[in-house]
């Protein structure tokens, strides 16, 4: 599984963070070593104690992502935080673990206290990154999953994965930005390596070519948001100057934008408003159905939780009965048989906890397969309308360019 850690601080951002309600569950498995029993509490714990210390960054965050198609259970997530725990020299700090369900993906949150509070000194991490790096391959080979690319060679990492940058950028416009890699990706792809294709591959896809600040190639979307070329395609300059030639050639940005704005404004806003309408319609009715699923599965967990805490207390109960009262109590511990009966109390106690944990899990799988399902629907649905609204802008775009080229050329002639 991918292992993501960070020394930082601040408790409090931190602990609101892994509480936070836009996860469609969130549960607090371990809170080990504080005084309080909540996060908020834990996390503010340590910040008080290491105020006598000079350290600044208390807490060591960690994230574990197994892959998107794996199920894994509570005893592996488990395992992997002991093994990042060794291998960081954090054995024995206090700890608290958070699992988290979204999109139909489960993920866990360790947080670690550094400071030790008998030397009052904060635990050194050193090379923290490398480890995890090095512990996460070894989890990818342990459970058998398929190694990233990444982790087999450097050079071959994930080509969609994105900066801080990149994913604000697309934020503003409500895109994801791995479709936006993935156009640009396809159009070179297609293109027959000329900038007179690739172009026309943009256009397929809502962006257009265009010369950047500084004379590199860039591709606009309808949202004036501009996309350096070799970023998005992970190639140098160089490599991209020379399949598609020089830049100067290309329209600056704010030619672009002149340009899109008179063709996009006179033709596409009642149509694009129509299609917007209808993605916020097929959102708002997402959102109504998430609401709805999340509720339900909360009420089922509620309920599994109860039934299993009544079960549990009926079953110490049954348990405790078998130890006699009085003399014959006595003479039971004399001859040894009040040992074997605690003896076997502690057994199908512990047996019974497995269990108890097998139907956790076993109803978190269902519920996530439920999850995972209901995104799939709605995400395919937002892919074919996204693709209608591209391609409409972009032949319509292409259709006025045509159109004041034929006008230009006839005025030369004249």
Known sequence: ?????????????????????????????????????????????????????RCKQYLFSLSLNPPEQETVGIADFEKAIHQVE???????????????????????HAVWSRIDCEKMKAVQLSHYKQKLCTL??????????????????????????????????????????????????????????????????????GYTLAQGNRRSHVAMDRFGEVYSIPRQLGLKTKVVREALGDADALPTIDVVKERNAKAVAQKLEGFITELDAQEAKQ?????????????????????LKERQEKRRQEEVVERQKRFRSGLKGVWDFVRGEHFRIARRNKLEAVEAAKRDRAEHTENVTRQLAQRRAMTKRHRKALSDSRRIDLNAEAQILRLQLQSHQKKNSKGLAL
């Open 1 to 53: 599984m991918i292992l993501v850690g960070n020394q930082r601080g601040g408790a409090r951002d931190l602990a609101r963070h892994l509480m936070k309600e836009e996860n469609d569950h969130v549960e607090v498995h371990e809170i080990r070593g504080f005084v309080a029993n909540d996060l908020m509490g834990a996390f503010r714990e340590t910040e008080m104690i290491s105020r006598g210390t």
């Open 86 to 108: 060794d291998r960081l020299g954090l054995t024995g700090q206090p700890r608290a673990v958070v699992f988290h369900e979204k999109e139909g993906r489960r993920h866990a």
């Open 136 to 205: 996460s391959k070894q989890l990818y080979l342990d459970h058998g999953w398929r190694l990233p690319p990444g982790h087999v060679d450097k050079k071959l990492s994930d080509p969609l994965n994105f900066t801080l940058e990149e994913w604000q950028q697309a934020k503003r416009t409500e895109q994801d930005p791995r479709d936006i890699k993935r156009r640009i990706r396809e159009a070179w792809s297609v293109a027959d390596m000329s900038g007179y294709s690739f172009a026309e591959q943009l256009e397929k896809h």
């Open 283 to 303: 959102k708002q009715t997402f959102q109504i159905a998430l609401k709805e699923l999340r509720e339900r599965q909360r009420a089922e967990r509620k309920q």
